[in-house]
């Protein structure tokens, strides 16, 4: 089958090498050839959706508290860098719109990975709305994920055209099955539930396959020989070079 996005797609937008999810990392995926990126999309209280991994925000940023009961104004403030490195110091959290006009005018693909909390289906409802908007008239659609198959319902019935991928731990028939319910083009799974067997199987019934989060050379090899779509990467200084087609 034939994958509309690249092969090698940076996690959280910078991988390891960057404050995670901060246009910081982006523009260092970009320096270093990769054309795809990685990232999680949750929703402020006044609705509006940003780029953050964490439900809480101590960990990556200055603030404390539930990311969702805080307005995008107040977030746009908080310091996303210095936790990674004091030379980042003053890194915001981007907008879903920032992300997207960047990574539109850097002819990045991007995979979206929806975080909800609470009312699933409304989230993926209120960020397919969004996503809509920011990438219209975009040649190619992000890809929206998310281990939630309610938020996928959500984006699938407010923007049938975005393409959509479960996200997945692991590999059985019940994960197949919801995959093929949703109508999803792709399923993201952890790198070591894969098997030559299931990306067959996954290539049988017209989905993609990304492996997450692939870190090791030979582990990339092993999966790119396997037929594997697509990998996302901690590492993607480690990419080899033409996976940026």
């Not at 092969?7 to 970009?30: I, K, Q, V």
């Not at 790119?224 to 901690?234: A, K, N, P």
Request: charged share 15%; glycine share 8%.
């Amino acid at each position: 089958m034939r994958c509309a996005y690249p092969m090698g797609f940076a996690h959280r937008l910078g991988g390891a090498l960057a404050p995670e999810n901060t246009l910081t990392g982006l523009m260092l995926s970009h320096r270093l050839g990769v054309t795809a990126v990685e990232c999680d999309v949750q929703l402020s209280a006044d609705g509006v959706a940003v780029i953050a991994h964490d439900h809480e925000l101590e960990r990556t940023t200055s603030g404390s508290g539930s990311l969702g009961a805080q307005a995008l104004a107040a977030l746009l403030q908080l310091d996303a860098g210095r936790h990674h490195h004091p030379a980042f110091a003053g890194e915001k959290l981007p907008s879903l719109q920032e992300l997207a006009a960047l990574a539109r005018r850097l002819g990045m693909a991007v995979n979206l990975e929806l975080k909800p909390q609470g009312a699933a289906k409304a989230m993926g409802q209120q960020c397919a709305l969004q996503i809509r908007q920011h990438w219209q008239g975009a040649a190619l659609l992000p890809l929206v994920s998310s281990f939630s198959a309610e938020a996928l319902q959500g984006v699938k019935q407010q923007a049938a055209e975005l393409p959509l991928a479960l996200l997945s731990e692991g590999l059985d028939e019940a994960v197949l099955a919801q995959a093929l319910a949703l109508g999803c083009r792709a399923v993201n799974v952890y790198h070591r539930a894969l098997s030559t067997a299931w990306v067959t199987r996954l290539h049988e019934h017209g989905l993609a396959v990304m492996a997450w989060t692939v870190n090791q050379p030979d582990d990339m090899l092993r999966l790119r020989h396997w037929g594997v779509d697509m990998l996302c990467s901690d590492r993607p200084d480690r990419f080899d070079p033409a996976w940026a087609a």
